[in-house]
């Protein structure tokens, strides 16, 4: 249905640029002239045909499913669960419905089948009578020889613009939706609560509605989402995975910069990125069923307790991941170090690792520390190695053979499955990455802006 | 001038240079006398440059660069297998086209060659070799109270004048200097002459330039080099009054170049 | 300390700090190696299953057929007591218990797979025709040297009853070895020996053709937007920062994203691949805008400038000529891009994607999971068999993120025009 009408608004489209440039052609007699080739015409009148008819369309499928939604509910004021009892209704309308059939339901369906097809209908004709309108507005332009060309590049320039909005419009999308279930998170629970409270074990908080909380389940869900443990856990495996990364993937690049031959480089360079175009899934796998394990039995062996999801595994894992963000930046960055530095040194009888060591890291230093930080930006948001490899108690520990859980598994726990979108343990996962957003985006922005600062000295 | 009177202190012989499959240099034979300044001259990309890289092998940095033939300091060939780099550079200071200062403070850009070399133990005489060196470069008036600030924050003629005290720092006994005064100004470009004339009572000193007036003012021998090859070594006076070879004679009355 | 001692040290520092890089460059090149082996170890034996050869007595009477014996007939008909009588004469069992574990010897579907041969032979009735039936994940376990034999038998999947009849199928020859169809062609499955990839393929093909869809027009024409026709102001400044850091947030924040809004305020239909492709899409944007803006500004102002010159407006100079030319680089880093997307996996289980979904999807707003997720799901099984399932799954994944890079790779050295 939905498909027909598109396929319908693209054939009146494609039909109106043939008509607008023989309406064109036709102008031309005796010593009228054109102000653009016909085609402009063409393309001038395809846009208005097609352009208001697809927005309308688009806009009314986006939020057709919600309106009639609502509405079918309003009418259905006492009715509990209304989520399932809206669905019960689509499934009864589609007949697949398999369960007891009240009357409810049927009178919803009834009403859904009457509003559906007013919906389609309506868009129908919207749609339409939007096509008519444009076209007989743009046609009637075409017949006073438009300047077609000025017009059909204005409008592309729109549409080029609201391309480039969709990057506003996500950040909006991303904040709206964290900060919409937070700022509810936040009225249940106090913020302090979550920020500097020890314990955290949203399981316990079996609360379906955070409207009708009594006084001692309020108690009990005040101390069940202290986030420290998680912090905690996400720090911690984040700096055993920098401990891995940072010197591995520092002289790697060091390495590859200053010493490594052309073809070391061609060849080892593009293997080491293999590493970064892995799915984190993989990693995940392999930590999970390898390196946790394999730390385990030798953990066994030295008469060690190893947990078989410990934090080491979970980091070891991550940080060899992340050599190759640090690698390949911290190579593109010595690399944009002036020669003549390295020769003023040189000159002077210092040795290679001297003058790297004295002259090229002490320039690059911004740089590198900028795609340091852009490494631990990573490591923090990393989800998949810690959900598979990590441990999902939340532990406070500074001991790397035990299990520790991050912020990401923690969301991932909390959402995977069936979500009741009004019980503070949903909206808690949203204002775990809330506060995950906000710190990635505090050190991408300051790591973006050295790295920034740092090529253009340089430039 | 008798050229016959001074000591040799760099003697080049039969030197080729390739950089890849494309020759450089073709047997250059050419001496240099001690103390004394000796200017190499020619259109840019004769050699020049290629040639005063080989006195400190500088070359060695590039990988597709092979060097073949011989250099002499002081009667010792300096591509020997058995002669450090290191102990070479240390011996033979340069001077490069673009000031290069470190991004470090002024203090620590002089102080950097003696560290690495090892050549001040206590932190007097490291105050010491600082100031002498700047002394010489005829840079401390001007620096003396602002040492602890970066480098590069001088202006252009300030900072070669860094470069050149921090090759003195490790006191070398000869000085190569890469076309210094190309990025400057006149202003500076005449301090940094008047510091080379400084210079050449205690340095050996070779100047690549393509400047034929910097080579009147500052030097006593000049060598001509033409598509890798030395076309007339002599005396600077003899070279720009009365050149023997037809080649130079059009360079120097710019009919080429 | 002599000079001779200074240098010597100083040189022995000089090979230390060398030794570090060459270790680390290597360290990073192992790892790779390890990584791929061991995958490629676990999963190379999944592209096979093990079959039981079992002489089926075509048994018509078993059939539960009322009237003639027609095609259509044989269709409706039920295999499941033939199937069993002619199994269980492959080895003499003494009572229920023992029969049981003679049929567990078979993947469940084993009725299935009889009736597929048997119903198209009609002719072979009251005949004797041997079918070779897939193996139960143990006996394939078992076959393919994955259960260690010597076990005390409460710690073993395999009974000694069982491991008996195994070792006289394979006497007779019947224990045989086939590639391995239902890999590519089953959906999801609790039995690793009938789980496949299908379902995940056709969930991952759809999700990334949305993606493609959506993402590939928008970042060109932003980039288009950004490199030639800005201002330079507040909302440009700003729109670039937002491109900047959305292309590295977190992907689980996308997965947020799509649950808050996609899900939850626009309704869209759960686990399928359409919310996966635009929560993706989303993702991807800022990842291929950067790159595609590289190249367009990699197409040197001489090229522009003579368009402008000639006459062309702005927007044929850009379109003729500029976009032409920094095409190569836009589909490289459009590829690079979606070859992230395809791999991507947290922002999918946020959505819904970890759904137990059997039926192979045949449109994107059918239930799915993709190829990612499939990894996720079946490592959390407990099933020796799905362990190998993983790592095929992982060498099909890796296998299609190689082809898209070295498209990308082989679009930017052959069509790029390297601009002196």
Not at chain 1, 93 to 117: C, D, H, M, Q, W
Not at chain 3, 252 to 261: A, E, K, Q, S
């Amino acid at each position: 249905m939905n498909l027909l009408l598109l396929a319908i608004i693209l054939a009146f489209s494609l039909s109106s640029y043939f008509f607008g440039r023989s309406e064109a052609r036709k102008l031309v007699t005796g010593n009228i002239k054109l102000n653009a080739l016909p085609a402009y015409y063409g393309y001038f009148l395809a846009l208005w045909c097609g352009l208001p008819a697809l927005i309308i369309f688009g806009g009314w499928s986006l939020f057709e499913s919600t309106i009639i939604k609502t509405l079918i509910l309003s009418d259905f004021s006492n009715i509990q669960s209304r989520d399932l009892f809206y669905e019960r209704t689509l499934s009864f309308f589609n007949g697949n419905f398999s369960g007891e059939i009240t009357n409810e339901i049927k009178v919803a369906s009834e009403r859904y089948a009457y509003l559906n097809n007013l919906a389609h209908n309506s868009k129908i004709a919207l749609v339409a009578s939007a096509i008519i309108a444009s076209v007989v507005f743009a046609y009637k332009k075409i017949k006073n020889n438009n300047k077609a060309r000025d017009d059909v590049e204005k409008i592309l320039k729109i549409l080029l613009f609201t391309s480039s909005l969709v990057a506003i419009l996500t950040t909006l999308g991303i904040i709206a939706s964290l900060l919409f279930e937070s700022i509810k998170f936040f009225s249940t629970i106090n913020i302090i609560d979550f920020l500097f409270g020890t314990s955290w074990s949203p399981q316990r908080a079996f609360v379906r509605d955070a409207s009708t909380i009594t006084p001692e389940e309020f108690l009990e869900l005040k101390d069940a989402f202290g986030s420290v443990p998680l912090f905690a856990g996400t720090a911690f495996i984040a700096l055993i995975a920098m401990c891995v990364a940072v010197p591995i993937g520092l002289f790697a690049g060091i390495y590859l910069a200053e010493y490594a031959s052309t073809s070391v480089r061609k060849y080892s360079k593009p293997i080491i990125e293999i590493l970064a175009g892995i799915p984190t899934v993989v990693y995940g796998f392999f930590a999970a069923l390898t390196v946790g394990p394999f730390f385990r039995s030798l953990g066994e062996s030295l008469g060690l307790t190893v947990s078989s999801e410990s934090a080491l595994a979970a980091g070891l894992i991550m940080g060899i991941m992340i050599i190759p963000y640090i690698s390949s930046l911290s190579d593109d960055i010595i690399n944009s170090v002036p020669q003549s530095l390295r020769e003023g040194s040189y000159a002077i009888g210092a040795t290679k690792s001297e003058t790297i060591k004295k002259v090229v890291i002490p320039a690059a230093l911004p740089g590198i520390i900028g795609s340091i930080l852009l490494a631990v930006s990573r490591a923090i948001g990393e989800t998949m190695i810690v959900v598979m490899a990590a441990g999902l108690a939340a532990n406070l520990t500074i001991n790397p053979l035990e299990s520790t859980t991050t912020i990401t598994t923690q969301i991932v726990m909390i959402l995977v499955g069936d979500q009741e979108f009004d019980s503070p343990k949903t909206q808690a996962a949203f204002a775990l990455g809330l506060t995950l957003f906000i710190a990635t985006l505090f050190l991408n922005y300051i790591a973006l802006r050295v790295v920034k600062k740092y090529r253009e000295k340089y430039d | 001038m008798e050229l016959e009177n001074k000591k040799i202190k760099i003697q080049a012989k039969n030197l080729n240079v390739y950089y890849g499959a494309k020759q450089a240099l073709f047997n250059i034979n050419l001496e240099i006398n001690q103390k004394e300044v000796t200017a190499l001259i020619g259109p840019s990309g004769c050699g020049k440059s290629t040639f005063i890289r080989c006195i400190n092998r500088m070359n060695d940095v590039i990988d597709i660069c092979k060097v073949d033939g011989s250099i002499e300091i002081d009667g010792s060939e300096i591509n020997d297998k058995k002669v450090d780099v290191v102990m070479l550079r240390e011996k033979i200071g340069m001077v490069f086209q673009k000031p290069n200062p470190f991004p470090k403070s002024i203090y620590d850009n002089i102080a950097y060659g003696p560290i690495i070399h090892g050549l001040a133990e206590e932190k007097n005489q490291m105050d010491n070799i600082v100031e002498t060196s700047l002394k010489k470069a005829a840079l401390w008036d001007e620096v003396k109270d602002r040492l602890d600030e970066p480098g590069t924050s001088l202006s252009g003629g300030q900072q070669q004048r860094l470069c050149i005290a921090r090759a003195l720092s490790v006191s070398p006994e000869v000085i190569l200097m890469d076309e210094p005064c190309s990025a400057l100004d006149p202003i500076a470009t005449a301090k940094i002459e008047e510091l080379i004339d400084e210079l050449k009572k205690s340095y050996t000193i070779v100047i690549v330039t393509h400047s034929m007036a910097q080579a009147v003012r500052v030097s006593q021998k000049t060598g001509f080099f033409h598509m890798g090859k030395i076309i007339e070594v002599d005396s600077t006076d003899k070279i720009f009054k009365n050149p023997s070879n037809k080649m130079t004679q059009d360079y120097i009355t710019g009919r080429f170049g | 300390m002599t000079k001779e001692e200074r240098l010597k040290k100083r040189y022995n520092s000089e090979k230390r700090f060398k030794f570090y890089g060459i270790l680390s460059v290597s360290l990073a090149m192992i790892f790779v190696l390890v990584l791929i082996q061991n995958i490629v170890s676990k999963g190379s034996s999944a592209f096979s299953r093990t079959t039981i050869e079992v002489d089926i007595i075509y048994n018509a009477n078993l059939l539960e057929i009322e009237g003639p014996i027609t095609k259509e007939a044989l269709n409706n008909a039920e295999f499941y007591d033939l199937s069993v009588e002619s199994i269980l004469k492959i080895f003499p069992s003494q009572n229920a218990k023992e029969e049981r574990q003679v049929l567990r010897l078979f993947s469940p579907d084993f009725e299935y797979e009889v009736k597929r041969v048997l119903s198209k032979k009609p002719n072979k009735i009251n005949d004797i025709v041997p079918i070779r039936l897939t193996a139960s994940d143990d006996v394939d376990q078992l076959n393919k040297g994955n259960f260690p034999r010597d076990l005390p038998e409460d710690r073993r999947r395999v009974s000694n009853f069982q491991l008996n009849i195994y070792d006289n199928l394979v006497e007779q020859d019947k224990i045989g070895k086939k590639f391995n169809d239902y890999f590519f062609t089953k959906g999801d499955s609790r039995d690793p020996e009938l789980a496949g990839i299908g379902g995940s393929l056709m969930g991952s093909f759809f999700t990334i053709v949305i993606c493609l869809i959506l993402s590939f027009p928008i970042a060109i024409m932003a980039s288009i937007y950004l490199e030639e026709f800005a201002p330079k102001n507040k909302i440009t400044d700003f729109i670039e920062i937002n491109i900047n850091n959305l292309a590295a947030v977190p992907s689980i924040v996308y997965g947020l994203l799509g649950l808050g809004i996609l899900l939850s305020v626009m309704e869209f239909p759960r686990s399928t691949p359409l919310v996966a492709g635009i929560t993706l899409s989303l993702m991807t944007l800022p990842r291929i805008i950067i790159p595609c803006r590289a190249s367009l500004k990699a197409v040197p102002p001489s090229i522009r400038e003579a368009a402008l010159s000639v006459g062309a407006s702005k927007f044929q100079t850009v379109f003729h000529h500029v976009v032409p030319l920094a095409m190569p680089g836009t589909l490289s880093g459009t590829i690079i891009g979606l070859a992230q997307a395809l791999g991507e996996t947290a922002p999918l289980i946020l959505i819904g994607m970890v759904a137990f979904v059997v039926d192979i999807p045949g449109t994107p707003v059918d239930p799915s999971a993709s190829l990612p997720v499939q990894v996720f799901l079946w490592s959390e099984q407990a099933e020796r068999g799905f362990v190998e399932k993983t790592s095929a799954t992982i060498m099909m994944l890796l296998g299609f993120l190689i082809v898209m890079n070295f498209i990308a790779v082989y679009l930017r050295q052959k069509f790029e025009k390297k601009w002196n």
